[in-house]
């Protein structure tokens, strides 16, 4: 969900259908913290997207996080803008997260896939559960952390979008890749001590072989490892 911070290593993959990206960039980038949003889009609201993808509006997140230490209300800011903007019935989803120096990690989730944790100490995975509606969807909803963990060493943080995990075969359409899927890959891969460009080159592997690099949808993906 970040830039490299200090030592610890991040790998991502985009892929889009064809409309728009759905990884924004980095939010915040200081010497203590770092900051970035992955959001995806309901089928109807890709303008919608395209539009809080763009230089101002990243430029407004940068200011608003710059501004408001509370990073609910940073997304409930966000909410209020996009809500004045789009029609009823449109919104997108958003995971809004930073990063401290010290591993630290504190997540606003607005309607979007759980970011997943390998955890090196047990090699177990977990997931950051909870957070409140997609962007759009109601104007006023007061957002809150949703979220809070710590990157222990050897840990590994992976944030998708549901094209990612939704990957199915066009010939068989029961047969998806899953967040099941995601977690059972993740924790193979993790286990073998792979650094975050190579546990996303077996996931992102592992999904284009399901579909059969036919995508219904956009695909982002976002590794993140601290070494050991």
């Not at 509006?57 to 004045?84: F, K, P």
């Amino acid at each position: 969900m970040t830039r490299a911070l200090l030592t610890i290593s991040v790998s991502s993959f985009a892929r889009s259908s064809g409309i728009v990206p759905t990884q924004m960039p980095p939010a915040l980038n200081t010497a203590s913290q770092q900051a970035a949003a992955i959001a995806d889009e309901e089928q109807r609201a890709r303008d919608e997207l395209a539009r809080l993808t763009d230089a101002s509006a990243q430029a407004g997140l940068r200011s608003y996080l710059r501004m408001v230490d509370d990073l609910g209300q940073v997304v409930t800011l966000l909410n209020q803008d996009l809500s004045e903007r789009i029609d009823d019935g449109r919104f997108l989803t958003l995971l809004l997260g930073i990063l401290e120096a010290d591993g630290s990690l504190r997540v606003v989730n607005g309607g979007h896939v759980d970011p997943m944790i390998w955890r090196a100490s047990s090699g177990e995975v977990e997931t950051l559960t909870g957070g409140g509606p997609a962007l759009g969807m109601i104007d006023d909803f007061d957002y809150e952390v949703s979220g809070q963990a710590k990157l222990e060493p050897g840990d590994v943080l992976v944030v998708f979008t549901d094209g990612f995990s939704e990957a199915r075969d066009p010939k068989d359409h029961a047969h998806m890749l899953g967040e099941d899927g995601v977690a059972a890959e993740l924790k193979a891969a993790a286990a073998e001590g792979l650094g975050a460009r190579e546990i996303t080159g077996r996931l992102v592997k592992v999904a284009l072989e399901i579909c059969r690099d036919l995508r219904e949808d956009d695909m982002t993906l976002i590794v993140l490892r601290n070494p050991s």
